[in-house]
């Protein structure tokens, strides 16, 4: 069973653009949500993370957008490019455990220049 | 580089060899956790070590797969009589401690495993 929902699989984007990726979840005990950022070759790097307490945060190019009563969160990456080429995973936590940490299966984006 | 580290980055064997991974993690980490990552998906968690206790193993460990983390410091994690199914990328992760705000995992690499 996919504790994370994520979509969509694959995006291409104008350099300039605005990428949106979507994430939903099931388990409310989650209590936090990162997105990580994989290059080919590396392993994933974290890059924004909220707790569900605030619907949203923003760093810098990278803004979280968190719905708690629809279980839903995504990540929007305004001005997008080329360097942000990347697979994107959201994931889900649960503080204080080693072990309840979910990934979504994952967003291919491309900004094409 | 003060990252987690993972040896080899590459890895081709043969149905039936055994093969053993390795991990050097974040020098003050004391959590140690390894992944799968198939093509398409999301990192799997598979275990994970509080010093040189192995404290969970999730069932996607079979038993062909052994982990340990004999001193605290580094981790290997072997899988026995390979499959073509355990063709993956392998990924370790360290932390402080518990998963807290601010303190999620760092990731190595990876090694890539094939098997043929």
């Known amino acids: 069973q996919q504790q994370v929902k994520q979509s969509p699989q694959s995006l291409i984007v104008q350099k300039g653009g605005i990428s949106i990726i979507n994430c939903a979840y099931e388990?409310?005990?989650?209590?936090?949500f990162p997105w990580y950022q994989q290059f080919p070759g590396k392993g994933p790097a974290l890059l924004i993370a909220?707790?569900?307490?605030?619907s949203e945060k923003k760093e810098g190019r990278f803004t979280i957008s968190f719905n708690k009563s629809a279980k839903q969160f995504s990540l929007h990456i305004m001005d997008s490019q080329p360097g942000d080429s990347a697979t994107y995973f959201c994931?889900?936590?649960?503080?204080?455990?080693?072990?309840?940490?979910?990934f979504g299966t994952g967003t291919s984006l491309t900004v094409i220049p | 580089d003060t990252g987690v580290s993972q040896n080899p980055r590459h890895k081709i064997t043969k149905r039936g060899q055994n093969v053993t991974f390795r991990c050097d993690p974040i020098?003050?980490?004391?959590?140690l956790y390894w992944y799968r990552q198939t093509l398409g998906q999301g990192p799997e968690f598979l275990t994970y070590?509080?010093?040189?206790?192995?404290?969970?193993k999730s069932r996607l460990l079979s038993d062909r797969f052994s982990a340990e983390r004999p001193k605290g410091s580094f981790s290997t994690l072997e899988i026995q009589r390979t499959e073509q199914g355990d063709s993956a990328m392998y990924l370790c992760?360290?932390?402080?401690?518990?998963?807290?705000?601010?303190?999620?995992?760092?990731f190595g690499p990876g090694t890539r495993l094939l098997v043929l």
């Open positions: 909220i707790r569900p307490d605030v």
């Open positions: 070590f509080q010093n040189e206790a192995q404290l969970e």
């Open positions: 994931a889900a936590i649960r503080l204080g455990t080693g072990n309840q940490f979910y």
């Open positions: 388990n409310t005990a989650f209590d936090y």
């Open positions: 992760a360290s932390s402080r401690g518990d998963l807290a705000v601010q303190e999620t995992q760092y």
């Open positions: 020098s003050e980490h004391n959590r």
